[in-house]
């Protein structure tokens, strides 16, 4: 296992004929997608040995479109700079070392197909474009030649090594020509023979034609005349050859002196394994590359991947060599694109080679063997998982369609990946290992399908028969859950769970997945007894003792359920948008209860965590509401997409979001430890390595996945501000969105928008699937244009939001697209054009009105205005027809051409005068002509059946329908409403729906157009009120109404529905304190009191921040059960307004008071209960228990310094609310505990003033008062009453150090420090941190500059509290916290032991196979280097056993110490000696000697930890 970073690329650009290039020394480069990936290859690679010899080192960043042509200058002094250039239409000169741009020219007009630097010029870059321009750009003097040679697409083109003017270029309609630019880009040879794409065009490496041994062709398709223009033949021209590889699937070699072809090469069809489908067009790309010094010896690409070296001495045999014959798959699996050679420093020969399979492969030109493969994505790193039972094996969810498991363990090769693309077909979602079952890997892709594959076989994946309509977002393995399809015989221990984009969750039976897949929303509907609407899910987690299941949910609730019947037993209603991620904490850490840790991501930037402890081990009979985290992770800037946890530390968690950067966090602390921003994108994934504990892996949708080292890392937490804009910067410069051209489809089925992806990959098609191996990219079947569509160069705005939806789980909202994106309208005829066509408005009213009508008979007419002959003899026709006994054969004919007389013989003559005249009407575009003549005849039922067939039916035509009977009215009513349908004309073919009785019909048609509201008004007008379809249309619309952010409308549709819950849920769903007071107040008009009371204290809450004290005790005053909240609130509002009082801040306060704070006289104690007395009616000892029961029952977590202040005010104030109802109730001993848990609070978060502030408001002459009180020494308050006493004295010996100091020191700040340490080592929290951190931070502050009067004396009350610090020095929690300490920091020690062990193992198996060594003697060397932090003072190693008994001993000295001592935390004893010491020192003879060789005597018995040994040298030698 290498320990330096690592990255796994974007695949290279697909069609481009050169996009990638090296120089001597080992540089190689690429393009991908906008920028080029840069690698060094051979010794200077500085890779493991044993390892291939190369590593991706870096990215050249600053094109916005796709990089479609790549090229290093190969001249000696200047091997460090290349081009490229990019279909954002600039050509860039870069310097590879610095990886930034030297100059930069946009000169193109037109889309840059072709890029070359001259090999005998050192300044001059050659390009061309798609409109056959060609611009030739010299570096050094800035200036540029315009050359048009040929209107047509250049695809490729390169310099002449040999002579420094002639520059030969490739169209694409096989043409080649060579041009002399120092003659205006004059052609020199106009080269015919190939007659598709010129793919390639390779020089040979040596001048003149002595080098190959062949002449003219015989058998040649060349004429015998010279093609083109053949120039006398000057020394420029003669004496060099030319190959060119094409499309057409031959190789040419041409003469430049002869100026024609000398040799063609017809590509072999090679039997591949599996063979070749015959009725598949072979794809082909043919890339050349002739090698130097080898003239007689060719290299080119084939049509599956293979590379074939040609012998080119014997011109009338066909022989090539196959590279890597031997070796079975070590040929690429797809066409290859791009050959380029490479010499190492150690003078090796290489090739590479990139393709469409996404592999660079490197070949040693020696032996034709692959040396080795350098695997890239195709598409964004949706997932990632490591396998817990195949160490090291990381699976890697890709958007191209394909799995990668990537063995990071390798020995041998550090990109040791395998593909899997069988059955998937789709963007890869959500991964999940078996727990237990080796390679067994469940995956999600965004089409809803689930599957299982077997990485160990190569069979296809067994596919789940139940789909999801959406994205899946996350897959879960878990215990069977009780359900009708898992009989009691064959059930799996673990069965799949799959949450979908349509907010299912669906547990597989992985024994069965062709049988239907069971939705556990019934269970728990049913367990539950829930009526309401169940949320949408959109994550899912279980606790890895599978017994405790996670739901995130779309409104940002996450629910607890217990198995085995899914019992909800908590919500946690902290997050208020979507739920992303969910993830349970280890249970393999030092601290067991650490697994009752829940983390989770949302749409929101914070991560919070809860403690659940508590909640699963009582198992409430009903579900408990969590609103208040054990830790708040604010940092990052956007939504957060995955979080994963570190299986080597307790506590430690990792965090993906939108912000472009992974954040590595210590959730014990709450504070951030390192920042990742190595990305280009938007994070989706992150994985945390099982095997080091410094590494992590991470993907975006930059297409990339890095492996980083957090030790590494500038950054300690996410970019704010100016930093986080020029992120945003770096992500805006990948590829932009780009008009695609599609065509029409012919047929009459809607393209769903989602399915059509621009950017991603190459478009993804459900038909046909792999031609070769099997990536799902086939371009050319994708559509018939002539031109491949260039994949990697991707549009990327579109695929970023697809992506966008599929990991932020919103739904994607597609405005209707006119390219056929939406229903073909049929369009009916001209006529309905000619209707609606309005005269113009200027023409004047007389003339509209002269305008004739129409003609309904014009034929007829018309014939009637012939000549006189034709009228006369008409009147001989129609005499003889009507008056003759015996009509003869002329007579009938000239009827029959005469259709007009039709008018005056019989009506058989009349009804085909008639079908004559409708014939010339319908030809004419005008069908209702034809209709009324029809009506004329009689014949209704055929005109409608007529007028149907041609979607041509009218009002008119429907509205006589019932002449012709009742149900040919019915019949051509509904007819009528499905050509409406056809015309998007929805409303009218309901109404005519409704006119036949068709109700349900009607509804149902609005519905499924989306016209709800319409469809509600139809539906509450024409059917019962408890109707089910009236519910259904409410509950859709409601739906449909939450995902567009219209949850006002969406409210009233729940209530309509009467869903009352589900109603105040929804208008909660913005959070704002209007919306969470109105659903507050819904809630209670409905009867929801318990969602009323947590939406009445969030909107409280919310209120709180804005400090608006008014609003906030009106929503509490909501709801009866928030009595005692209201308390709270209003003791927050007093001390908030004390303390504003006390630091005025400059400018006007935006507080909203309420009237009875203004009052500010008296104690703050008594101005509490007169306030509960007065405004709230707080007087009997009923009242005061009632509230205490309410505030007992909210456990809030423990502080830490990073708890943000007002949340830490608000707890604290919840303690002291207690503390006085307690007092108010005679309760001292509670009322005493529950005053030292709110100064506790204050002293963990390191917050000294609000300490202070505590101290004076509720003990301002100390804690004598309580002492009486309580009056009993053997009260079991009494040794909580010790604790309140030496805090108090702890806050005043701090305060009188302070004072001897002039100017006073910002006291917080320091504070702060202080106690990041004290609370992290001395103090045993619920969750105790692990210890001191590698060099422990200082245990005491440094000592005050000395004032200039020496000999200044102390008050009286100075004088008091030096007296009492006595107290302070209790040799008891001395040594408690002592033992305490020790803990920590030999747990700290083992922890780096197993570290340290972990990594020399994998070193060792690395190099030397199996480690044999004893792990104790192997922990021990690793932990005598100067770096450990377990060594002792004087670097001396210490034994595994050393440990563990000092463990033992310090755990059993804790044991002993009485629970009275363990339980109330105490000021640090050794801490409180140092500031005495210090004082004593500033102020000789106001500290007694006594009291300061106590102190040193504790420092000296108990300072043997890190964290004080320096500070005890100091005052104890």
């Known amino acids: 296992m290498s320990l330096e970073p690592r990255t796994l690329p974007p695949s290279p650009n697909w069609y481009c004929t050169r996009c990638s290039d090296a120089v001597p020394g080992g540089f190689f480069g690429f393009a991908a997608r906008t920028s080029v990936f840069l690698v060094r290859v051979g010794p200077g690679a500085g890779a493991i040995p044993g390892t291939p010899p190369f590593r991706v080192i870096g990215e050249l960043v600053g094109h916005t479109e796709r990089v479609s042509g790549f090229t290093f200058s190969h001249h000696p002094d200047q091997y460090n700079l290349c081009a490229t250039s990019s279909d954002d239409g600039t050509v860039k000169i870069w310097d590879v070392e610095t990886k930034t741009v030297v100059t930069e020219h946009a000169l193109h007009q037109h889309t840059i197909s072709a890029l070359h630097w001259s090999p005998r010029v050192k300044d001059l870059i050659v390009s061309g474009d798609e409109k056959g321009v060609v611009f030739c750009y010299w570096l050094n003097r800035s200036d540029s030649q315009h050359l048009f040679i040929e209107p047509r ?42 007659d598709d794409e010129i793919h390639s065009i390779a020089w040979c490496p040596l001048p003149g034609e002595d080098c190959l041994s062949i002449n003219q062709e015989e058998n040649s398709e060349e004429p015998e005349v010279p093609n083109g223009k053949v120039r006398a033949q000057t020394p420029v021209t003669k004496d060099c050859y030319l190959a060119t590889g094409s499309k057409d699937q031959t190789i040419r070699i041409w003469s430049c002196s002869r100026g024609r072809g000398v040799m063609t090469l017809k590509l072999p069809f090679l039997k591949r394994r599996g063979g070749v489908d015959p009725t598949v067009k072979e794809r082909l790309w043919l890339t050349l590359h002739w090698p130097k010094d080898q003239p007689t010896q060719l290299v080119s690409s084939c049509f599956g991947g293979e590379l074939l070296l040609w012998d080119l001495t014997q011109s009338w045999r066909r022989k090539y060599t196959l590279f890597s014959a031997s070796s079975e798959g070590q040929n690429h699996s797809r066409i290859v694109f791009n050959l380029c050679p490479l010499q190492t420093e150690d003078d090796k020969q290489l090739l590479l080679s990139t393709s469409m399979d996404r592999d660079v492969k490197c070949w040693d030109m020696a032996t034709l063997e692959c040396c080795w493969t350098l695997p890239s994505l195709g598409g964004f790193a949706y997932s990632l998982a490591f396998s817990p039972v195949d160490t090291g094996c990381l699976a890697i969810g890709v958007g191209d369609g394909m799995i990668r498991v990537w063995n990071t363990l390798s020995i041998k090769n550090n990109y040791d990946v395998k593909s899997f693309w069988q059955g998937v077909k789709s963007k890869v979602t959500a991964l999940c290992w078996h727990p237990t079952k080796e390679g067994c890997l469940a995956f999600g892709t965004d089409d809803g399908k689930v599957g299982l594959y077997d990485t160990y076989s190569s069979k296809p994946p067994q596919i789940s028969s139940t789909y999801h309509k959406k994205t899946v977002y996350s897959l879960a393995w878990g215990p069977p859950i009780p359900s009708m399809l898992l009989g009691e015989g064959d059930r799996p221990s673990l069965t799949l769970y799959s949450c979908g984009g349509e907010g299912l969750v669906l547990q597989h039976n992985p024994w069965k997945l062709n049988g239907e897949a069971f939705d556990i929303n019934k269970l728990i509907r049913d367990t539950n007894s829930i009526k309401y609407k169940l949320p949408v899910h959109t994550e899912i987690s279980w606790k890895a003792d599978g017994k405790i299941m996670a739901l995130g949910n779309e409104d940002g609730s996450i629910e607890i359920f217990q198995v085995p019947n899914l019992k909800l037993i908590c919500t946690i209603q902290q997050h208020h948008k979507l739920v992303n991620a969910i993830r349970w904490h280890h249970e393999h850490g030092s601290q067991p209860e650490l697994s009752c840790l829940v983390a989770s991501g949302s749409n929101n930037a914070v991560i919070y965590v809860h403690d659940l402890k508590a909640v699963i081990e009582s198992n409430p009979e009903s579900p408990v509401t969590i609103t208040e985290p054990f830790r708040t992770l604010s940092g990052h800037t956007a939504k957060i997409t995955s979080l994963a946890w570190s299986p080597h530390h307790d ?41 080091d504990p410094d590494c992590i892996y991470s993907g975006a949708d930059d297409f990339c996945v890095h492996k980083w080292l957090a030790s590494m890392q500038e950054h300690s937490r996410p970019p704010q501000g100016k930093k986080n804009i020029e992120l945003e910067k770096k992500r805006l410069s990948q590829p932009k969105p780009k008009p695609k051209k599609k065509k029409r489809p012919t047929a009459r089925v809607p393209v769903k928008p989602d399915l059509y992806d621009g950017n991603e990959e190459e478009g993804l098609r459900g038909s046909g699937g792999p031609v070769e191996n099997g990536s799902v990219s086939d371009q050319e079947g994708e559509e018939d244009a002539p031109e491949p569509e260039l994949p990697c160069g991707v549009p990327a705005a579109a695929a970023a939001a697809a992506a966008a939806a599929v990991v932020s789980r919103e739904p994607v909202i597609c405005p209707p697209v006119s390219l056929g994106l939406e229903k073909p309208r049929v369009i009916v005829n001209n006529k309905v054009t000619l209707l609606k066509k309005e005269p113009p408005k200027d023409r004047p009213e007389a003339l509209v009105k002269k305008r004739k009508a129409r003609l309904i008979l014009p034929l007829s007419t018309s014939l009637d205005h012939r000549s006189k002959e034709e009228l006369h003899q008409d009147c001989l026709v129609l005499a003889t027809a009507k008056y003759s006994q015996e009509l003869n054969e002329g007579v009938s004919a000239d009827l029959e051409e005469r259709v007009h007389l039709g008018l005056f013989t019989d009506r058989a003559a009349l009804y085909r005068m008639m079908e004559a005249e409708g014939k010339g009407h319908l030809e004419n575009g005008h069908p209702e002509l034809f209709h009324q003549l029809m009506l004329w005849k009689g014949d209704l039922k055929g005109v409608l059946q007529t007028a149907a067939e041609r979607g041509e039916l009218t009002d008119s035509l429907v509205a006589m329908a019932p002449v012709a009977g009742y149900h040919v009215w019915l019949w051509a009513v509904e007819a009528f409403a499905k050509q409406l349908c056809f015309q998007d004309q929805h409303v009218k073919a309901a109404s005519h729906l409704l006119s036949i009785h068709k109700v349900y019909e009607a509804v149902e048609l609005l519905k499924s157009n989306h016209f709800y509201r319409e469809a509600i008004a139809v539906a509450k007008a024409r059917l019962r009120p408890e109707d089910p379809v009236l519910k259904d249309l409410y509950l859709c619309w409601g739906a449909v109404l939450e995902k567009d952010g219209h949850y006002a409308v969406a409210a009233k549709c729940y209530l309509g529905a009467a869903s009352a819950y589900d109603a105040a849920k929804v208008l909660a769903k913005k959070g704002d304190a209007a919306s969470l007071r109105t659903a507050a107040e819904l809630a209670s008009i409905v009867g929801e009191d318990e969602l009323s009371a947590s939406l009445a204290l969030r909107c409280a809450q919310e209120l709180l921040l804005a400090r608006n004290w008014v609003r906030a005790q009106e929503a509490l005053q909501l709801h009866e059960s928030l009595k005692g909240q209201r308390l709270v609130f209003c003791l927050l509002e007093l001390l908030s307004k004390l303390q504003e009082e006390r630091q005025p801040s400059e400018g006007k306060s935006s507080s909203s008071y309420n009237a009875w704070s203004t009052d500010t006289e008296g104690p703050l104690t008594e101005r509490v209960t007169a306030v509960w007395r007065s405004a709230f009616g707080l007087d009997t000892p009923e009242q005061h228990q009632a509230a205490l029961q309410q505030l007992q029952s909210i456990q809030y977590p423990s502080a830490t310094n990073n708890t943000p202040s007002k949340q830490l005010l608000f707890h604290i104030c919840h303690d002291l609310t207690l503390a006085v109802l307690s007092q108010q109730m005679a309760s001292w001993d509670k009322a005493v505990e529950a005053l030292l848990r709110a100064v506790v609070r204050s002293y963990d978060s390191g917050n000294f003033t609000v300490m202070q502030d505590v101290h004076s408001a509720f003990l301002p002459e100390g804690c004598d008062h309580l002492r009486d009180k309580l009056g009993d020494c053997q009260s079991p308050a009494m040794p909580a009453l010790k604790s309140l006493e030496a805090f108090f004295i702890y806050g005043r010996l701090y305060e009188l150090w302070w004072s001897l100091s002039r100017p006073r020191p910002e006291s917080s700040v320091w504070v702060r420090a202080a106690h990041r340490r004290t609370s992290s080592t001395e103090h045993h929290q619920p969750l105790g941190d692990a210890g001191p951190e590698a060099g422990g931070p200082p245990a005491s502050p440094p000592e005050p500059s000395r004032p200039p009067e020496l000999d200044m004396g102390l008050t009286e009350e100075s004088e008091r509290v030096l007296g009492a610090c006595k107290e302070l020095f209790s040799e008891t929690h001395a040594s408690l916290q002592n033992s305490r300490r020790t803990v920590a920091e030999v747990q700290e020690t083992l922890a780096e032991m197993i570290r340290q062990h972990q990594k020399s193992q994998l070193c060792k198996s690395t190099v030397n196979g199996p480690d044999k060594n004893d792990p104790e003697q192997e922990a021990e060397r690793s932990l005598s280097s100067p770096q450990s932090q377990g060594k002792e003072a004087k670097n001396e190693p210490v034994s595994l056993p050393e440990l563990t008994k000092r463990l033992t001993e310090a755990n059993e000295r804790i044991a002993k110490f009485p629970e009275s001592v363990k339980t109330w935390p105490f000021p640090d004893v050794l801490e409180c000696c140092l500031v005495l010491l210090h004082i004593g020192s500033q102020c000789p003879g106001h500290v007694t000697q006594e009291m300061q060789q106590q102190a040193r005597e504790l420092l000296q018995k108990y300072g043997n930890t890190q964290v004080y040994q320096r500070h005890c040298q100091a005052f104890c030698t």
């Open 153 to 194: 697409t250049i695809f490729c083109l390169t310099c002449s090594p040999h002579h420094e003017d002639l520059v030969a270029i490739g169209y694409k309609d096989g043409i080649v020509v060579i041009i002399d630019i120092s003659k205006k880009g004059e052609v020199i040879h106009r080269l015919r023979g190939h």
């Open 651 to 691: 506590g430690r968690l990792v965090s993906a979001s939108y912000d472009g950067t992974a954040q590595v966090w210590d959730t014990l602390r709450g504070e951030p430890l390192c920042n990742f921003r190595g990305h280009r994108g938007r994070l989706l994934c992150v994985a945390w390595s099982p095997v």
